[in-house]
């Protein structure tokens, strides 16, 4: 794999990089990136229109299950070349910060340290009503499990369309974002809003941009590198190719 010949000694020489994930740096784990189409019992549906408050307050049972669904799925699959990639990196640059959309916990499996999972973890559930934490709940089929401290409705802990980011991750990442000198937009779509703004962020305040995607997205014309491919093969060439 050839890269562009500025783009090696830049890295080489960066103290502050962020680094901005999307669901194409796990799909080569075995992962659907959102808007993939899903498959069987869920082909029927968008993700749109199970993530949201709005679907939980219409039905309950059926944004509980497709959790379920997802976090098994989640629990059988390991991270790939491209996440170990990000903690190569991360060794290797003094200042690094991982923000990531994904909430399948697979870069801190991985072993990235500096993590910000700016839409939650699948794995952590919490009650809706009074955001206790739950390690451990019944799944009887009928019913969605219930808080053991106030009887409300346990749901997954992460970012459901129209809610808000947690206020910390996204001022970390704010902060991440426009003091880094480079930054990296990989497997993502960058159309959700606050992640997609980021490497504008990163932009305006002087940082180089550096995208990589199986294919361009609305960020691709802003960014300074471009590099077109699987995450998982690219990052990989890029560690080596840079660090040796
Ligand atoms: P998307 O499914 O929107 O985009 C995945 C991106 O990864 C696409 O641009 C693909 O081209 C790219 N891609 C796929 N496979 C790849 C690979 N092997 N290597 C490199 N790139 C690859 O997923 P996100 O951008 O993560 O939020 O979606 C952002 C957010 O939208 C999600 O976190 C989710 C959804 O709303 C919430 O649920 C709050």
């Known amino acids: 794999m050839t890269f562009p010949p500025d783009l090696l000694p830049l890295l080489l020489r960066t103290s502050k990089l962020a680094a901005l994930t999307g669901a194409g740096v796990s799909q080569e784990s075995g992962l659907r990136t959102f808007r993939d189409a899903q498959s069987g019992l869920w082909a029927q549906y968008k993700p749109e229109d199970l993530a949201s408050p709005q679907a939980f307050a219409r039905d309950p049972k059926l944004v509980w299950d497709w959790y379920a669904w997802r976090r098994e799925a989640v629990k059988a699959v390991r991270p790939n070349a491209g996440h170990y990639a990000l903690v190569e990196i991360e060794k290797r640059i003094p200042q690094f910060t991982l923000i990531t959309q994904n909430v399948d916990g697979l870069h801190r499996f991985a072993g990235s340290k500096n993590v910000l999972e700016l ?3 699948i794995q952590r559930v919490r009650c809706s009503e009074c955001y206790t ?4 709940w019944g799944d009887d089929s009928e019913s969605v499990p219930k808080c053991e401290v106030c009887g409300g409705l346990l749901r997954p802990d992460v970012v459901w369309f129209g809610e808000a980011l947690p206020r910390d991750s996204l001022e970390a990442a704010v902060e991440a974002a426009r003091t880094c000198e480079v930054f990296f937009s990989v497997g993502t779509s960058g159309v959700v809003q606050p992640a997609a703004s980021l490497a504008y962020a990163a932009r305006n305040r002087g940082a180089v941009v550096v995208e990589i995607n199986l294919e361009p ?3 691709t014309p802003k960014a300074d590198f ?9 990052l990989p060439a890029l560690v080596k190719a840079v660090w040796g």
């Open 226 to 234: 471009f590099l077109q491919g699987k995450s998982g093969e690219i």
């Open 133 to 136: 934490f739950a390690e451990t």
């Open 217 to 219: 997205t609305p960020l």
């Open 119 to 121: 839409h939650g973890n």
